[in-house]
T-cell receptor, first 112, second 112 residues
């Protein structure tokens, strides 16, 4: 049974619109992460969180917000979606101390 | 980007042969993770490494923190080993974060 799930699995959004991507984990992990992957490239960290109600900026946070309302849930919010945010977004979770990361299936976002 | 450099960028393997992938780090890596992104796009965690060596079936990985590199060896390659292999390093940040920097990946194609 999948321990990290993401919704939606794919989405088409319009430029300037608001997009919310959701992630849910049942690993009982403290840490959760949001990455983006552009075609043919590796993953880049957008935001992460180590406790509910707190988020931290990753390497490319501009244009994104994050929300961690509970240990299990972590959302990525694009307030004003732009063409450059077309990508596949992955959520991951890890425990504390041993940061072995487990990934969700990804969300393919297309901004038109 | 170049903080984690993977080589080669692509590799074609005959079924049953062996090969090695390499990651060089320009950051002070404390831990390394290797992932396989399969043709469906899912990211599978292969290894979580502190300095040293781990083995799992036909895969073996080494992380040498003093010389800033990691290797992944594939023995007796099978068709299901095809996909893109990513290494990711956790750099020393003075605290605990689990933040990973990914390489650009090695695309492996196993042919029969």
């Amino acid at each position: 049974e999948a321990a990290v799930t993401q919704s939606p699995r794919s989405k088409v959004a319009v430029t300037g619109g608001k997009v919310t991507l959701s992630c849910h984990q049942t690993n009982n992990h403290d840490y959760m992460y949001w990455y983006r992957q552009d075609t043919g490239h590796g993953l880049r960290l957008i935001h992460y969180s180590y406790v509910a109600d707190s988020t931290e900026k990753g390497d490319i946070p501009d244009g994104y917000k994050a929300s961690r309302p509970s240990q299990e849930n972590f959302s990525l919010i694009l307030e004003l979606a732009s063409l450059s945010q077309t990508a596949v977004y992955f959520c991951a979770s890890s425990g504390l101390g041993v940061y072995e990361q487990y990934f969700g299936p990804g969300t393919r976002l297309t901004v038109l | 980007g170049d903080k984690v450099k993977q080589s080669p960028s692509a590799l074609s393997l005959q079924e049953g042969t062996n090969s090695a992938l390499r990651c060089n780090f320009s950051i002070a890596a404390t831990t390394v993770q290797w992932f396989l992104q399969n043709p469906r796009g899912s990211l599978i965690n292969l290894f979580y490494l502190v300095p040293g060596t781990k083995e799992n079936g036909r895969l073996k990985s080494t992380f040498n923190s003093k010389e800033s590199y990691s290797t992944l060896h594939i023995r007796d390659a099978q068709l299901e080993d095809s996909g893109t292999y990513f290494c990711a390093a956790e750099g020393y940040t003075g605290g605990l974060s689990g933040k990973l920097t990914f390489g650009e990946g090695t695309q492996v194609t196993v042919i029969s």
